[in-house]
Protein backbone atom coordinates (compact mmCIF):
# COMPACT_ATOMS: atom_id res chain seq x y z
CA UNK A 1 0.00 0.00 0.00
CA UNK A 2 1.34 3.52 -0.44
CA UNK A 3 -0.49 7.16 0.54
CA UNK A 4 -0.43 8.81 -2.32
CA UNK A 5 -0.41 12.61 -2.90
CA UNK A 6 -3.78 14.59 -2.56
CA UNK A 7 -4.22 17.60 -5.19
CA UNK A 8 -5.71 20.61 -3.82
CA UNK A 9 -8.26 22.79 -5.26
CA UNK A 10 -7.63 25.24 -7.48
CA UNK A 11 -6.00 22.49 -9.44
CA UNK A 12 -7.85 22.05 -13.12
CA UNK A 13 -6.88 18.33 -12.68
CA UNK A 14 -9.68 18.17 -10.08
CA UNK A 15 -12.22 19.64 -13.14
CA UNK A 16 -11.64 15.71 -14.80
CA UNK A 17 -14.94 13.36 -15.09
CA UNK A 18 -13.89 10.04 -14.07
CA UNK A 19 -14.98 7.07 -16.12
CA UNK A 20 -16.77 4.08 -15.09
CA UNK A 21 -14.52 1.29 -14.19
CA UNK A 22 -15.07 -1.85 -16.41
CA UNK A 23 -13.52 -4.76 -13.93
CA UNK A 24 -12.81 -4.89 -10.52
CA UNK A 25 -9.65 -6.31 -10.37
CA UNK A 26 -6.32 -6.54 -8.67
CA UNK A 27 -5.37 -3.28 -10.22
CA UNK A 28 -8.81 -1.34 -9.06
CA UNK A 29 -8.67 -3.01 -5.61
CA UNK A 30 -4.71 -2.32 -5.35
CA UNK A 31 -6.27 1.60 -6.04
CA UNK A 32 -8.71 1.14 -3.19
CA UNK A 33 -5.87 -0.20 -0.68
CA UNK A 34 -3.84 3.36 -1.32
CA UNK A 35 -6.83 5.33 -1.30
CA UNK A 36 -7.86 3.96 1.92
CA UNK A 37 -4.72 4.47 3.49
CA UNK A 38 -4.39 8.22 2.40
CA UNK A 39 -7.75 9.25 3.36
CA UNK A 40 -6.76 7.43 6.85
CA UNK A 41 -3.30 8.99 7.11
CA UNK A 42 -4.66 12.32 6.47
CA UNK A 43 -7.04 12.04 8.39
CA UNK A 44 -10.41 12.49 6.68
CA UNK A 45 -13.54 10.60 6.01
CA UNK A 46 -13.92 10.32 2.44
CA UNK A 47 -11.51 10.35 -0.58
CA UNK A 48 -12.57 10.56 -4.90
CA UNK A 49 -10.08 9.01 -7.10
CA UNK A 50 -10.26 12.19 -9.15
CA UNK A 51 -8.33 13.73 -5.57
CA UNK A 52 -5.37 11.50 -6.48
CA UNK A 53 -5.71 12.60 -9.83
CA UNK A 54 -6.69 8.81 -10.80
CA UNK A 55 -10.25 9.22 -13.02
CA UNK A 56 -12.14 6.48 -12.66
CA UNK A 57 -15.48 6.24 -10.50
CA UNK A 58 -14.18 4.96 -7.34
CA UNK A 59 -14.33 6.23 -3.81
CA UNK A 60 -14.06 5.84 0.02
CA UNK A 61 -15.66 6.59 2.64
CA UNK A 62 -15.52 5.81 6.67
CA UNK A 63 -17.53 8.16 8.77
CA UNK A 64 -17.14 5.71 11.90
CA UNK A 65 -16.07 6.92 14.85
CA UNK A 66 -13.18 4.34 14.93
CA UNK A 67 -12.30 4.19 11.30
CA UNK A 68 -12.87 0.67 11.06
CA UNK A 69 -16.02 1.17 8.97
CA UNK A 70 -14.48 1.86 5.09
CA UNK A 71 -17.17 1.99 2.44
CA UNK A 72 -16.30 1.72 -1.26
CA UNK A 73 -18.38 2.70 -3.82
CA UNK A 74 -17.35 1.95 -7.58
CA UNK A 75 -19.69 3.74 -10.47
CA UNK A 76 -21.99 4.87 -8.33
CA UNK A 77 -25.33 6.27 -8.88
CA UNK A 78 -27.95 8.14 -7.24
CA UNK A 79 -31.47 6.45 -7.65
CA UNK A 80 -33.19 8.21 -4.90
CA UNK A 81 -33.19 11.72 -3.48
CA UNK A 82 -35.52 13.90 -1.23
CA UNK A 83 -35.38 16.36 1.16
CA UNK A 84 -32.71 19.17 2.01
CA UNK A 85 -30.02 19.55 4.58
CA UNK A 86 -27.27 22.14 5.04
CA UNK A 87 -23.99 20.56 6.53
CA UNK A 88 -21.09 22.22 7.32
CA UNK A 89 -18.54 20.60 4.38
CA UNK A 90 -14.34 20.71 4.92
CA UNK A 91 -12.47 18.47 1.74
CA UNK A 92 -8.83 17.21 1.76
CA UNK A 93 -8.48 19.38 -1.17
CA UNK A 94 -9.31 22.33 0.22
CA UNK A 95 -7.29 22.09 3.17
CA UNK A 96 -8.49 24.17 6.10
CA UNK A 97 -12.16 25.48 4.72
CA UNK A 98 -15.41 24.31 5.84
CA UNK A 99 -18.64 25.90 4.64
CA UNK A 100 -22.07 25.44 4.58
CA UNK A 101 -23.57 23.42 1.28
CA UNK A 102 -27.44 22.16 0.94
CA UNK A 103 -28.07 19.14 -0.17
CA UNK A 104 -30.37 15.99 -0.44
CA UNK A 105 -31.02 14.59 3.10
CA UNK A 106 -31.83 11.38 2.18
CA UNK A 107 -30.17 9.23 -0.73
CA UNK A 108 -30.30 5.83 -2.40
CA UNK A 109 -27.17 4.97 -4.17
CA UNK A 110 -26.73 2.23 -6.46
CA UNK A 111 -22.69 1.05 -6.99
CA UNK A 112 -20.85 -2.04 -7.24
CA UNK A 113 -19.00 -3.19 -3.63
CA UNK A 114 -15.23 -4.38 -3.96
CA UNK A 115 -16.33 -7.23 -4.92
CA UNK A 116 -17.67 -6.12 -7.93
CA UNK A 117 -21.27 -6.76 -6.29
CA UNK A 118 -24.21 -4.26 -7.39
CA UNK A 119 -25.22 -2.71 -4.10
CA UNK A 120 -28.19 -0.36 -2.59
CA UNK A 121 -27.42 1.56 0.29
CA UNK A 122 -30.29 3.83 1.54
CA UNK A 123 -28.81 6.70 3.69
CA UNK A 124 -29.20 10.41 5.09
CA UNK A 125 -26.93 12.56 7.75
CA UNK A 126 -23.15 12.82 7.43
CA UNK A 127 -22.97 9.64 5.72
CA UNK A 128 -25.29 10.99 2.71
CA UNK A 129 -23.57 13.99 2.65
CA UNK A 130 -20.12 12.88 2.21
CA UNK A 131 -21.60 10.44 -0.50
CA UNK A 132 -22.54 13.32 -2.29
CA UNK A 133 -19.70 15.51 -1.74
CA UNK A 134 -17.51 11.98 -3.37
CA UNK A 135 -19.65 11.77 -6.22
CA UNK A 136 -18.94 15.50 -6.97
CA UNK A 137 -15.61 14.86 -7.70
CA UNK A 138 -16.10 12.27 -10.01
CA UNK A 139 -18.18 14.51 -12.31
CA UNK A 140 -15.22 17.27 -11.82
CA UNK A 141 -16.86 19.28 -9.28
CA UNK A 142 -15.01 20.50 -5.91
CA UNK A 143 -17.81 21.57 -3.00
CA UNK A 144 -16.28 25.14 -2.94
CA UNK A 145 -17.87 25.54 -6.55
CA UNK A 146 -21.46 25.78 -4.73
CA UNK A 147 -20.44 29.06 -3.19
CA UNK A 148 -20.52 32.70 -4.52
CA UNK A 149 -17.38 33.60 -6.71
CA UNK A 150 -16.38 36.38 -4.18
CA UNK A 151 -16.05 33.68 -1.64
CA UNK A 152 -14.22 31.11 -4.34
CA UNK A 153 -11.89 34.28 -4.78
CA UNK A 154 -11.06 34.40 -1.37
CA UNK A 155 -10.25 30.31 -0.45
CA UNK A 156 -8.17 30.82 -3.71
CA UNK A 157 -6.61 33.99 -1.93
CA UNK A 158 -6.25 32.08 1.12
CA UNK A 159 -4.98 28.67 -0.04
CA UNK A 160 -2.27 30.75 -1.99
CA UNK A 161 -1.29 32.51 1.11
CA UNK A 162 -0.77 29.38 3.18
CA UNK A 163 1.60 27.63 0.60
CA UNK A 164 3.62 30.60 0.50
CA UNK A 165 4.14 30.25 4.18
CA UNK A 166 4.66 26.96 4.36
CA UNK A 167 7.87 27.49 1.47
NI1 LIG B 1 -13.60 16.54 -1.18
Not at 3 to 8: M, V
Not at 71 to 89: C, Q, S, T
Amino acid sequence: MAILPIIHFPDERLHTKATPVAIVDDQIRKLIADMAETMYAAPGIGLAATQIDVHQQVIVIDTSENHNNLLVLINPIIIKANGRAVHDEGCLSVPGIYEAVTRAAHISVKFLNIDGKETVLETDGLLAVCIQHEMDHLQGKVFVEYLSQLKQARIKQKLKKRIRETM
